[in-house]
């Protein structure tokens, strides 16, 4: 008994360590790219459902084999790639 309750419980703080996607907006634009922007990306992000979120940033719509979920554009080092915020 006492190994079922520390399954359950190692299941329910791995579902608590999931954090959601920031909700993006289905009918955001297209989001066209400057040729040196273009020159930081690695090969693999699909650069045809990209949204500027809220914080600012890049966030492509990423199909998994689950489900689909947007996460951040980045750079090859890593890096997210963000907008200033506007004054």
């Not at 045809?48 to 996460?71: A, F």
């Amino acid at each position: 008994m006492t190994l079922k309750k520390f399954l359950i419980l190692g299941g329910v703080l791995a579902l608590a360590a999931c954090e959601p996607a920031p909700p993006a907006d289905p009918n955001a634009p297209s989001v066209e790219f400057s040729e040196e922007t273009l020159a930081l990306l690695p090969p693999g992000q699909d650069l045809r459902n990209v949204v500027l979120q809220d914080d600012n940033c890049y966030w492509y719509l990423h199909s998994g084999p689950v489900e689909d979920t947007y996460i951040p554009l980045l750079t090859a080092e890593g890096r997210g790639i963000c907008t200033q915020a506007p004054s």
